[in-house]
């Protein structure tokens, strides 16, 4: 009887529009998406906030799709039941429990549905990319120096702010920005280090985080947040430059950068000048989620138009060599 039933649902299997037989022996069934459906960013960020994103989603995925794919399963029982009951079928009077069964076996081994995992994958968010290079274990007030309205004149600049990481980035000194924020506020700043002291003089509170915005997919932000979590595994540091290698990302040099509050909802003009792609150690990244996962949302407090988050503005995302070792 199974041999006969494994041939009667095959066949049935291989006329019915949608499914598939595979290289296995099993059939697929995709289920499609509409177009219009998408995940929103309160869901986006509870993956990537999970202890592992991947699994998170795939959760999620099952969550959405399971009883849909359940009701197929049974509509397609049903289909088979009725053929198998057919005056020409093998059981005219019913199935026995027994075959019954067998049929449940069968679709459970033989039948699989693909959910639209790349529908969702591939869609885009708006992400701020917030950065700490040692600055966290001061509140982030290490920025905040003259010509700020907190800041005094000739006051020296931690090594850990990171408008200093950014500026070494850059290719210029700590005294060359020091030297720059020295001369007070500018108007039409041309160039890194002018930018950064307009950037410096507009801030409207004394906690800023200096910020990238970027716009990501789902996939490379599960990617880069499953990195982020490597930071952790030798234990929590509060001084991030205590954090182990985790890889790092390369940023555009047209991302929109700029000093954020977000505990406050404020910050500065978002206008620093960047004058090469930037190469920033995953390591320093405290957080990289659709805008509004870490605080009060930039689109919130600016209104920003979509297009200040830069698309393609992540343009590596590199992991260390030897993944496998890492995760401990």
Not at 247 to 269: A, E
Request: hydrophobic fraction near 35%.
């Amino acid at each position: 009887m199974k041999e006969k039933m494994d041939s009667i649902i095959s066949r049935h299997l291989e006329k019915t529009l949608g499914y598939w037989r595979q290289p296995d022996e099993t059939f697929k069934r995709e289920i499609y998406a509409d177009y219009r459906d998408k995940m929103n960013s309160e869901s986006a960020i509870k993956i990537l906030e999970s202890p592992n994103p991947s699994d998170a989603f795939w959760e999620m995925m099952c969550d959405w799709y399971d009883d849909y794919s359940c009701d197929l399963k049974n509509e397609l029982k049903k289909e088979i039941v009725n053929i198998l009951q057919d005056d020409n079928g093998p059981c005219p009077e019913g199935l026995t429990d027994e075959e019954d069964d067998l049929l449940n076996d069968w679709l459970l081994e033989k039948v699989n549905f693909a959910f639209p995992e790349k529908h969702y994958l591939e869609q885009p968010f708006h992400v701020d990319i917030m950065v700490d290079t040692g600055d966290g274990n001061h509140d982030y007030t290490l920025n905040c120096v003259y010509p700020a309205y907190c800041g005094r004149y000739g006051e020296t600049i931690d090594d850990k702010a990171s408008i200093v990481w950014l500026a070494r980035q850059q290719g210029y000194t700590k005294r060359q920005l020091r030297r720059a924020l020295k001369e007070g506020d500018v108007t039409n700043p041309k160039g890194f280090l002018e930018s950064v002291r307009a950037e410096v003089a507009n801030i409207a509170s004394p906690m800023q985080i200096l910020t990238f915005l970027v716009e990501m997919t789902l996939e490379d932000l599960i990617k880069l947040n499953e990195l982020i979590g490597l930071q952790y595994r030798n234990g929590y540091y509060y001084d991030s430059k205590k954090n182990p290698y985790c890889g790092y990302i390369v940023l555009d040099q047209k991302t929109t950068t700029g000093l954020y509050d977000p505990w406050s909802g404020g910050g500065s003009l978002f206008e620093i000048k960047l004058e090469k792609d930037v190469r920033l150690p995953i390591r320093f990244i405290r957080s990289a989620l659709p805008d509004g996962g870490d605080g009060h949302s930039v689109d919130s407090v600016y209104g920003m138009v979509g297009s200040v988050w830069q698309r393609g503005g992540v343009k590596t995302i590199h992991a260390p060599r030897n993944i496998k070792k890492v995760e401990v």
